[in-house]
């Protein structure tokens, strides 16, 4: 590098590091601006309820239509499933919400015990309709199938019949 690039360099670096300082902080929103961010919030707050308003409506307004031809074509309908609310988001670990309950075995750090984990205990799900226990041959949790092979297949002599004839049943028939 020569001189004149290096100086140029230092100088830059200079500048840079003397201007930081002024971009550390901002300084805090004046009082109108305040108002200002809150009158923007409530806005848009305001127009996602009409949003929503009319999402639900035009939701319903489209049931409706297909449910009244489903009833004049004879197809057999269903009553409509009620969305639930959406869940609030979680809290950091060790924080409570107010008005969030928290789930059965969960500790105060967030973490869910034995007993929590949707009442499973010892790696056994509950036997109800909603969770039955799975059991599966390969997982080791039900007995082996009845059609299962017992052993190994038990060696043959040389030069014994096969146990298994090839070709289709006349083939086999025309060979003895």
Excluded: C, F, Y
Excluded at 82 to 93: E, L, T
Excluded at 131 to 158: F, L, Y
């Amino acid at each position: 590098m020569t001189t004149k690039t290096m100086m140029l360099a230092a100088a830059l670096l200079a500048t840079a590091s003397a201007s930081l300082p002024a971009w550390a902080a901002l300084p805090a929103p004046t009082p109108a601006q305040q108002q200002a961010a809150d009158a923007k919030k409530a806005q848009a707050a305001a127009q996602a309820a009409k949003d929503k308003e009319s999402l639900a409506a035009s939701m319903d307004a489209v049931s409706s239509r297909w449910r009244g031809r489903a009833a004049q074509q004879g197809w057999k309908t269903h009553p409509p499933v009620a969305i639930a609310a959406a869940a609030p988001a979680p809290a950091a670990p060790g924080v409570a919400t107010p008005g969030v309950a928290t789930p059965a075995g969960a500790s105060a750090g967030g973490i869910v015990t034995a007993a929590g984990a949707g009442g499973q205990q010892a790696g056994q799900m509950p036997a109800s309709p909603a969770n039955p226990i799975v059991k599966s041959e390969k997982w080791g949790t039900a007995p082996p199938s009845e059609d299962q092979k017992a052993g190994p297949t038990k060696a043959v002599p040389h030069g014994a019949e096969p146990t298994v004839q090839k070709g289709s049943p006349e083939n086999v028939s025309k060979k003895k």
